[in-house]
């Protein structure tokens, strides 16, 4: 490679994760170096190869019991091989952006929220083919069947003016219950979830507060008996603006 283009570019364009301009530079490089073309041809066919052997088993949702079993502080071992089988199956990204803390030690109180919805978010939002069970398309459906699940009226916030559109969402098991995960994506196809829960018994907090998971930036809340968290990969800045927008939103609509 030259200074131009590095090989972590080829990378980064084939997983879909570079800005609109570089990804510009990248294609016009691509365009006229044949052998590296053929390269990100192959790697995108590897990955396709992938998501059709592995995507049934990353759609279904955790049994509970396995859930409960990563909350454990005395058992981390079975969360973290179960990390490095997600990481194996789906190219070695998931597994950057799961796990425990960097202590080794489970969260306690409301940090559980984070901790979830950004495992969560790390293992649907490289889905090429099935990111979400019910699209945009059928937004109405979606939002009546969520809440019906989870047992609160919800509305999936509108992020149009900040550039995210609503792609979908889908239904997922948590230690309280049924849990909602919204799905946005931007125009360069970066994707931020939303995801919503019945808070854990005894948790009065209802403070705004920001963790990262491994690379996964999670603003969070609680309002009444629900926690809201928001996550993505995206920079903390523009995550705090969409976490502003949902609170705003979220909070209006519940009053």
Known sequence: MTADVHEHDLHAHVDGTLPEPRRIEVEAWLAA?????????????????????????????LPLNL???????????????????LAMLVTGLVGYAIG??????APTGPAYLARDAAIAHAV????????VEVDA???????AWLSKRVGTQLRAPDFSA??????????????????????YQDRIERRVTLYVRRAVRGNQETVFRHATENGVEVFYWIDGDFGYALSGQIGRQAMQQLADAAYAQLVTASK
């Open 33 to 61: 170096h044949p052998a590296d073309a053929a390269r990100v041809q192959e790697w995108a066919a590897q990955n396709q190869s992938l998501h059709a052997a592995f995507d049934g088993i990353l759609n279904e949702p």
């Open 67 to 85: 859930v409960r079993a990563t909350r454990r502080p005395a058992m981390p071992v079975p969360f973290k091989a179960m990390a490095a089988m």
């Open 100 to 105: 425990l803390n960097t202590t080794g030690q």
């Open 124 to 131: 649907f939002t490289p889905e090429a083919r099935h990111p």
């Open 137 to 143: 398309t059928h937004a109405d459906h979606l939002v």
């Open 162 to 183: 900040l550039g995210f559109e609503l792609l979908g969402g889908r239904l997922l098991s948590g230690e309280t219950g049924p849990v909602a995960q919204f799905m």
